[in-house]
Nanobody
Framework: QVQLVESGGGLVQAGGSLRLSCAASGRTFSSYVMGWFRQAPGKEREFVAGISRSGGSTFYVDSVKGRFTISRDNAKNTVALQMNSLKPEDTAVYYC???????????????WGQGTQVTVSS
């Protein structure tokens, strides 16, 4: 089992940057693939980015490609999401999640953080 705690959200102007971090408890962090998801009010939870156990493979939803970068540090039990060139449509609660398969379906991720709010003003 793993517990996840996100941090780094906030209010930023369009075009700005934020870096989200997710700290995981437990000694099995490296056995999980990690994902970042987001959910805006009235919308479905959406996959944003995922990273393999070693960090060697990543993938992104098309809307964030070239702007967001996911990374992980297995020695520190952390996963990060660097978000650049932010747009108002990126506004949402962002969640990190741990799972066993590197897929975009949120149903496949077993463990979730509490979420952190990201608000991008125009």
């Amino acid at each position: 089992q793993v517990q996840l705690v996100e941090s780094g959200g906030g209010l930023v102007q369009a075009g700005g940057s934020l870096r989200l971090s997710c700290a995981a408890s437990g000694r099995t962090f490296s056995s999980y693939v990690m994902g970042w998801f987001r959910q805006a009010p009235g919308k479905e939870r959406e996959f944003v980015a995922g990273i393999s156990r070693s960090g060697g493979s990543t993938f992104y939803v098309d809307s964030v490609k070239g702007r967001f970068t996911i990374s992980r540090d297995n020695a520190k039990n952390t996963v990060a999401l660097q978000m650049n060139s932010l747009k108002p449509e990126d506004t949402a609660v962002y969640y990190c999640a741990a799972g066993h398969e590197l897929v975009s379906s949120w149903h496949e991720y077993a463990y979730w953080g509490q979420g952190t709010q990201v608000t991008v003003s125009s």
